[in-house]
């Protein structure tokens, strides 16, 4: 089978059951991507797929032949960092960071989920237009799980990157 990953095709043998995560991690060493509880509880293993969030432990691998997976890896690189990565730093948006990794990725498709006007549970109204205050924001990364409780600091980090309108 064939898949994108980060722009770049990759062609694997794999059997049919393994899932996304497996198939990133094992099979084409781009360990970024964290293997956390393996059941979709705690969003370590969140990659974009076609620029929406999904759990990589959740889906498998053969079902996204025809679909563009960005990684963590594939955000940026060293001395290249995406806006958000270079926030995380600044807001010191993270402690043992294991989950970094699966809340940055979380947090560039959640602002363009809000961006599009995507409402969530803690949206105040359904008219198309999102206002990401720290209740706002908390609510759309609630399937990210920090078990450090970093979470004001990666509310600050999100929130900058979107005032500054750099994702």
Same mark, same amino acid.
């Given at each position: 089978?064939?898949?994108?990953?980060?722009?770049?095709?990759?062609?694997?043998?794999?059997?049919?059951? $393994?899932?996304?995560?497996? #198939?990133?991690?094992? !099979?084409?060493?781009?360990?970024?991507?964290?293997?956390?509880?393996? !059941?979709?509880? *705690? &969003?370590?293993?969140?990659?974009?797929?076609?620029?929406?969030?999904?759990?990589?432990?959740? $889906?498998? #691998?053969?079902? %996204?032949?025809?679909?563009?997976?960005? $990684?963590?890896?594939?955000?940026?690189?060293?001395?290249?960092?995406?806006?958000?990565?270079?926030?995380?730093?600044? %807001?010191?948006?993270?402690?043992? &960071?294991?989950? $970094?990794? &699966?809340? +940055?990725? @979380? #947090?560039?498709?959640?602002?363009?989920?809000a961006k599009k006007g995507w409402p969530s549970h803690a949206s105040k109204d359904l008219d198309g237009t999102v206002?990401?205050?720290? #209740?706002?924001? @908390?609510?759309?990364?609630?399937?990210? +799980? *920090?078990?450090?409780?970093?979470y004001p600091n990666i509310v600050d980090a999100i929130r900058d990157v979107n005032e500054k309108g750099a994702a």
């Open positions: 089978m064939r898949l994108t990953i980060n722009g770049v095709g990759q062609e694997l043998d794999l059997d049919i059951r $393994t899932s996304l995560l497996d #198939a990133l991690r094992d !099979h084409l060493a781009l360990t970024g991507t964290k293997k956390g509880c393996d !059941h979709g509880q *705690c &969003g370590a293993c969140t990659v974009l797929i076609n620029g929406r969030r999904v759990n990589s432990c959740l $889906t498998l #691998a053969v079902m %996204h032949e025809d679909d563009e997976i960005t $990684t963590i890896e594939g955000l940026g690189q060293p001395g290249n960092l995406h806006p958000m990565q270079e926030s995380f730093l600044q %807001h010191d948006g993270f402690q043992c &960071g294991y989950c $970094t990794p &699966g809340q +940055i990725v @979380s #947090a560039v498709g959640m602002l363009d989920e206002s990401l205050d720290n #209740a706002e924001i @908390s609510e759309r990364m609630s399937g990210n +799980i *920090c078990r450090c409780s970093a």
